[in-house]
């Protein structure tokens, strides 16, 4: 899809009308500031396109075909941000084979920016993480996994800060409770501290100290569930300065971001692309001057798929 079209099909939010912009005209204004977003969640050691004979994905996914995306949107756009909600290992012999060598290398040479830890990153152990962590040149984010008594000690970040352009972006990462999903081996002395209020009391330091202009959350909550479990809707309603929240767990496909209210009564935007690295999550923010205050943004769900004379 082109950019004209894109924007024009996608761009949603009431700062349009407010800022009194035609779509096509918005990212083109003096005073407007562009940032892209893009995002994975449960890729599961997707390495190689799913093979041509698949059942529902076939030449779907794939290492190459989604750096050669990324690749061509950071040629395209300025101001370009790539996280990751979780489930990186398992799924696929890379894997079983490398333990997870692979996956971080290539998200590296990709130059995801962040990410965080899901259940199946435990797979092999925190002493299994640890060792391949020297492979990842970006910071894992998990506040409310408490390794103090583990390796994985001061290996782990409660949040980072990114600057791009003006816009100052504050991110944090959430972990699901390990307790159930994984064996107490494989996650040892780790103790989960409680999503929620871990949730408000990083937003509210990013926002109050550090004045960030967007605060994203990657969560490997999961997405909705029928019964009272932390969700990534429980956490929109819950906090009051997350914009955004990146899901992962529930290898839940959407089309569109769900909005949600907070507990302020603004919409927290939730996105989630499915799992195995079959699309590619995006959300172009457009920010208006300090004056106006106003922020929109378009979505997109770009799948990756190997077509020869594009990856060439």
């Known amino acids: 899809m082109n950019r004209r079209k894109f924007i024009k099909n996608a761009l949603t939010g009431s700062a349009v009308l407010a800022l009194g912009l035609e779509h096509q005209h918005l ?6 500031q562009k940032l892209t977003i893009l995002h994975t969640n449960d890729v599961h ?8 004979d698949d059942v529902r994905y076939a030449g779907m996914a794939g290492v190459a075909p989604r750096a050669a995306l990324i690749k061509k949107i950071r040629a395209e756009e300025e101001h370009v941000l790539l996280f990751d909600a979780g489930d990186i290992f398992q799924g696929t012999p890379y894997f079983n084979f490398y333990g997870g060598e692979a996956e971080l290398k290539l998200m590296s040479a990709m130059g995801y920016d962040a990410g965080t830890m899901g259940n199946h990153d435990f797979d092999n152990g925190i002493e299994g993480f640890q060792k391949q962590l020297p492979h990842a040149n970006f910071p894992f984010l998990t506040a409310n996994y408490d390794f103090s008594d583990t390796p994985l000690h001061g290996k782990t970040k ?14 944090y990462g959430l972990g699901i409770q390990l307790d159930g999903l994984v064996n107490k081996q494989q996650y040892g002395n780790t103790v989960y ?3 929620l209020k871990t949730a408000q009391e990083i937003e509210s330091r990013l926002k109050n100290e550090e004045k960030c202009d967007l605060i994203i959350c990657l969560s490997h909550l999961g997405y909705k569930y029928d019964h009272n479990k932390v969700s990534d809707h429980v956490l929109a309603a819950s906090t009051q300065h997350t914009d955004l929240i990146i899901g992962g767990h529930t290898h839940t496909f959407l089309t569109t971001p769900t909005e949600v209210k907070n507990a302020l009564g603004r919409q927290v935007i939730i996105n989630q692309v499915g799992f195995a690295g079959i699309n590619l999550g995006r959300l172009d923010f457009a920010f208006g001057s300090k004056k106006t205050g106003k922020m ?17």
């Open 158 to 171: 409660n949040y980072q800060i990114f600057q791009k352009g003006r816009i100052k972006v504050g991110v």
């Open 27 to 32: 990212f083109a204004s003096e005073d407007i």
């Open 193 to 195: 501290l409680d999503p």
């Open 296 to 312: 929109t943004y378009a979505s997109a769900v770009e799948p990756v798929k190997y077509i020869s004379n594009f990856c060439s």
């Open 45 to 52: 050691s997707r390495i190689d396109p799913f093979p041509a």
